[in-house]
């Protein structure tokens, strides 16, 4: 079992900055794949970004890539999301996930229902 608890949201005006951190239970932190996604108000859940179990590996949906970045320590069993040039139409909930990695960490690595474990979510909003 892995818990995840995620923070660092909260209000911002547009073009500022935002890093949010997601604190997982457990002693086997490295051995899962962590990603992020959010979800706005009437829309589904949407990948946003993942990072394989040694942080090497990176995945973004192309819309984001150039203004968030994804990063963990493994030794603090956190992973984080910095978010960058912040848009109004960033505002959701976002939330951190993680599955059990393999050698092939990318498969399915942006589906939602892939993920065995979530966080409750933290409320992102963005002001113009």
Partial sequence: QVQLVESGGGLVQAENSLRLSCAASGRTFATYVMGWFR????KEREFVAAISMSGAGRKYIDSLKDRFTISRDNAKNTVFLQMNGLKPEDTAVYY???KLGNSD??????????YAYWGQGTQVTVSS
């Fill in 105 to 114: 960490w990318l498969y399915r690595v942006s589906v939602p229902e892939s």
């Fill in 96 to 98: 951190c996930a993680a």
């Fill in 39 to 42: 979800q706005a108000p009437g």
